[in-house]
């Protein structure tokens, strides 16, 4: 299997803050069957983005790990003013291992007006933005129409694998079947951050896709289509438009009964 959105990295961000954590995640994908992994920092105002710290961090893991595993480097794209006007000069900054496709990341509280635009300014520079974890953005899982509307227009979607096992909640867990059913995910990520709330693991996301949908889409989600990314070519794996004009419905809370 191919990650291609993890906090590998130590001391850049929210992820791993020592050396020793990071290796510890590098050896748990490998007993996970991860074979290729790109370690994609946060880009945004509470962390800085600095691509020479990033790929030294990464040299360092790899020397450490030797060829179990392949690294690259990425980055977790925030969509503020100072990235977006960057990207455009200097878009192998943050592309998926310097190639084409840009992992892109809207906040929780607002999707701005623009986006439609911004989105069509990056394919216009030649970039392929991939939509991260939508299924635990409530606003967009509110007007799911809206990211039928980006996949229209050339986006791609990568859904969190813990989210389809529900270590986000069941919301995010009903969402992300609920694309998955609709052939709306090009993607499935680790976004690991650490060894246990958020660790770097696919396996089991893999095994529950090839259940509900077949192993010809696991193959697809987590290895055919993430390593397309990996080496900057086209998706092998492209289902049909999805058809996503109604939302689904929340789940219902539990409610328990006291005598």
Not at 161 to 169: K, M, Q, T, V
Request: overall charge negative; charged content about 25%; glycine content about 6%.
């Amino acid at each position: 299997m191919v990650d291609i959105h993890c906090h590998l990295l130590p001391g850049l961000d929210d992820g791993p803050d020592s050396f020793e954590e990071s290796l510890k995640m590098a050896e748990m994908a490998v007993a996970d069957g991860i074979t290729h992994v790109i370690a994609t920092p946060h880009a945004n105002e509470m962390y800085a983005f600095i691509p020479e710290m990033i790929q030294k961090r990464r040299n360092e893991i790899q020397n450490a790990i030797g060829p179990r595993l392949q690294l690259a480097t990425g980055c977790d794209f925030h969509l503020s003013f100072e990235n977006i006007e960057d990207v455009r000069t200097h878009p192998k900054k943050y592309t998926l291992n310097q190639k084409s496709y840009l992992l892109v990341e809207f906040a929780d509280f607002a999707i701005p007006p623009t986006i439609d635009h911004t989105l069509h300014d990056l394919h216009l520079r030649g970039l392929r933005p991939i939509i991260t974890h939508p299924e635990r953005n409530g606003l967009i899982r509110a007007k799911p129409a809206r990211l039928e509307s980006w996949i229209r227009q050339g986006c791609y979607v990568q859904v969190t694998a813990l989210s389809l096992l529900g270590r986000f909640g069941e919301s995010a867990k009903a969402f992300s079947e609920w694309l998955l059913d609709r052939d709306a995910i090009h993607f499935f990520a680790s976004d690991a951050h650490n060894l246990k709330g958020r660790p770097l693991l696919l396996r089991q996301a893999f095994e529950e896709v090839a259940q509900r949908r077949g192993a010809a889409v696991a193959h697809g989600l987590f290895l055919a289509n993430p390593m397309a990314a990996f080496e900057g070519q086209p998706l092998p794996y492209l289902p049909e438009m999805p058809d996503l004009s109604d939302a689904p419905r929340a789940p219902r809370k539990k409610r328990f009964l006291f005598f």
